[in-house]
């Protein structure tokens, strides 16, 4: 019977056997490094997650019905539940993508919803991630090794199997697919920080990993470029690639990553892409202040999931508050990700305060402020002992003909004592979840 020390030491380094990496490439420098991995589970009680599973349907069905109308439609905007001005000054929203409809109107298939629970039990999401939300690998093939060295781990704990990620996933291309085509995995190759995810995941839902120059648009049609050049037509293309540079022709025309007039076979409907181009204007971290409103707008129901308490400086009631309570709020910066852009007021210098102050009144857009949620921490196999650490959750969210929830989840925890930032690429770490099936 392993310790959690020896599970924890054994995982970790098959996991780096395995190239089980992530990469951060900053400054013109790619580092790779181990994404650590934490031998205590993170358990969620059934009767949570009914309610957990529930708040995160609603929220993303709400949200694919905003993105279909703010491309369409835009009643939200006519009724003046959102203001006009925060759509389009979104770095999220794409002018190319007006009048678009994707196939079975599915603009979000993959969400990656970020949560924390408060010290008093309840949840609050923090973040939606409806672009190209990762992580969902790293917890499948840890507890696989698990599963190697630990057999009576899940014989004697009633939890939910996490391996049917890549089978939801499939469904989910499936169903959107044009034509019957080909089913690829679009990578920028392996220099993304999600690489090793990226590769894993096609031979797991059993689906072709392409790389740009295996793609070619003719009669704005979308074919693979097999062996000896042999073309097979593409009905879905699941990307990991950012909307700027999926298509140099639409988009960045310095980039190398994407394919040229895809975006034409888009508009067209003769391909499918997971997830839509243009959902960056439902991800917005000003956007996230209306998501409580969408869901009354769209479903008509009071929302399952709270938001964090969020202030917006573009409203003179809260720029207000939010200039007089700055110290003892959390700042962010809408257009930063990965945990960069965030600032804790009380952590700020005087100076720092002044300048920030300054910033909200004169660019109340690029702003969001929200009051700190003291969640909870979770224990970590740290030394020889144990010590508790600050961690979120990030939950999968498939949409095909239902919109379901993978049970299992991307625990991410800080191995900072002092800091609330628990991403990757700040450093931190991961554990198992363990979805309780009573």
């Known amino acids: 019977m392993y310790s959690l020390i020896e599970q924890r030491d054994t995982v970790n380094k098959w996991m780096e056997r395995f190239g089980v990496r992530f990469g951060v490439y900053k400054n013109n420098v790619f580092n790779e490094q181990l994404f650590p991995f934490d031998a205590i589970p993170r358990v969620i009680s059934h009767k949570d997650w009914v309610e957990i599973e529930a708040g ?4 993303v069905n709400a949200l694919n019905l905003f993105l279909e109308d703010v491309y369409n439609a835009k009643k939200i905007v006519k009724s003046g539940i959102i203001p006009e001005e ?17 196939s ?10 970020d949560l924390v629970q408060a010290k008093d039990g309840k949840w609050f999401v923090l973040e939606d991630n409806l672009r190209i939300p990762s992580g969902a690998s790293y917890p499948m093939i840890a507890r696989t090794i698990t599963r190697k060295i630990s057999p009576n781990t899940f014989k004697q704990n009633d939890v939910y199997d996490n391996r049917n990620y890549s089978t939801l996933i499939r469904k989910a291309m499936d169903y959107v697919n044009v034509d019957n085509g080909l089913e690829v995995i679009l990578t920028p190759g392996r220099y993304n920080s999600a690489y090793f995810e990226h590769s894993y995941l096609a031979e797991k839902a059993g689906v072709v990993l392409a790389f740009s120059d295996d793609l070619v648009v003719e009669n704005d049609i979308v074919y693979y470029k097999g062996l000896y050049d042999k073309r097979e037509r593409v009905g879905v293309i699941y990307r990991r690639i950012s909307d700027e540079y999926l298509d140099p022709l639409t988009f960045d025309s310095s980039s190398m990553l994407g394919v040229p007039n895809l975006m ?36 008509g129901e009071e929302p399952i999931l709270k938001n964090a308490p969020t202030y917006l400086p573009y409203y003179e009631e809260d720029k207000k508050y939010i200039l007089e309570n700055l110290n003892k709020l959390v700042i962010k910066d809408v257009s930063e990700a990965g945990g960069y852009g965030v600032m804790f007021g009380k952590d700020m210098t005087d100076e720092e305060l002044a300048t920030i102050k300054h910033l909200i009144e004169t660019e109340s857009r690029r702003w969001i402020a929200q009051e700190v949620i003291d969640f909870i921490d979770l224990d970590i196999v740290e030394g020889d002992g144990k ?26 925890y800080t191995r900072d004592p002092t800091s609330f930032i628990v991403n990757s690429s700040q450093g931190g770490g ?9």
């Open 387 to 412: 010590v508790a650490r600050k961690a979120d959750l990030r939950a999968f969210v498939i949409c095909e003909a239902e919109t379901r929830v993978w049970r299992s989840g991307l625990t991410r």
């Open 264 to 299: 034409r076979a888009y508009a067209k409907g003769n391909v499918a892409i997971m997830n839509a181009l243009g959902n960056g204007v439902a991800d917005d971290k000003g956007i996230y202040y209306f998501v409580p409103k969408m869901i009354e707008y769209y479903l």
């Open 86 to 102: 925060f759509i389009y000054s979104s770095k999220g929203y794409l002018a190319q993508c007006e009048g678009i409809t994707p």
């Open 430 to 438: 991961f554990k198992d979840t363990w979805i309780m099936k009573k």
């Open 104 to 113: 079975k109107k599915i603009f979000s298939h993959i969400s990656g919803i």
């Open 56 to 59: 995160l349907i609603q929220r």
